[in-house]
């Protein structure tokens, strides 16, 4: 996952993991409140519209503070996640 010169270092592998987690939170938080308050066809069209957008947030905190990665990594681990 993280790159050979930076495997002795679990504290950015926990950084990558962390971020994936936010993201699917964030995903988790919108089809909660989304399905208490909404049909589930909208519902799942905010979570559709929402998950790009908090995925491409939690990638620019990422990127912009981080850089642990290349840009591949991150997404897989969220993928995994």
Do not use: D, E
């Amino acid at each position: 996952m993280i790159s050979t010169n930076q495997q002795n270092h679990p504290q950015k592998l926990l950084t990558v993991i962390a971020h994936a987690f936010v993201g699917w939170a964030l995903c988790a938080l919108t089809r909660g409140i989304g399905m208490a308050t909404l049909p589930l066809v909208n519902a799942l069209i905010v979570h559709a519209i929402g998950a790009p957008i908090f995925f491409a947030g939690v990638a620019l905190v990422y990127f912009s503070r981080f850089n642990y990665t290349t840009p591949l990594q991150p997404p897989c681990c969220s993928l995994a996640w």
